[in-house]
C-alpha cells in the first residue's frame, strides 16, 4: 500500500502564499513523477504542476510564474510553494504520484492523495 499524506491547506487572502506538502510513505518501488492536481467546484481536475525524479517540471499555464513544484533528495516527498494566491486558486488540492512498476493488465500504478482545502478569500 501507498499513502500520500497531504499538509499545508488552509485560508489565504488574495496576493498571500500558501506551501502544500505531500509525503509518500509504503512501498515506493519505482515511484517515478509526483505532482499536484486541483479541482474546483464545478469544475473538472486539472493538472497544476508535475516534478519527474530528475528535477524536471512541468506547470498549467494559470500559475506559472505563482507557483513552484520541488521534490526532496530522497524524492518521496514534493512541496507546492503558491504565491501571489488568487480567488480562482480556491480548490481541493491532489497530490499524485507515479510508478514505473505496472499491474498485470499493464497499466501504471498511480495513487492518490485524499486532498487538502486552500480557500483564498478575503
Known amino acids: 500500500q501507498v499513502q500520500l499524506a497531504e499538509s499545508g491547506g488552509g485560508l489565504a487572502q488574495p496576493g498571500g502564499s500558501l506551501r502544500l506538502s505531500c509525503a509518500a510513505s509504503?512501498?515506493?518501488?519505482?515511484?517515478?513523477?509526483m505532482g499536484w492536481y486541483r479541482q474546483a467546484p464545478k469544475k473538472q481536475r486539472e493538472l497544476v504542476a508535475v516534478i519527474d525524479t530528475d528535477g524536471l517540471t512541468k506547470y498549467a499555464d494559470s500559475v506559472k510564474g505563482r507557483f513552484t513544484i520541488s521534490r526532496d533528495g530522497a524524492k518521496n516527498t514534493i512541496y507546492l510553494q503558491m504565491n501571489s494566491l488568487k480567488a480562482e486558486d480556491t480548490a481541493v488540492y491532489y497530490c499524485?504520484?507515479?510508478?514505473?512498476?505496472?499491474?498485470?493488465?499493464?497499466?501504471?500504478?498511480?495513487?492518490w492523495g485524499q486532498g487538502t482545502q486552500v480557500t483564498v478569500s478575503s
Open positions: 509504503g512501498r515506493l518501488f519505482s515511484l517515478n513523477a
Open positions: 499524485h504520484a507515479d510508478f514505473l512498476a505496472v499491474t498485470p493488465q499493464g497499466r501504471s500504478y498511480e495513487y
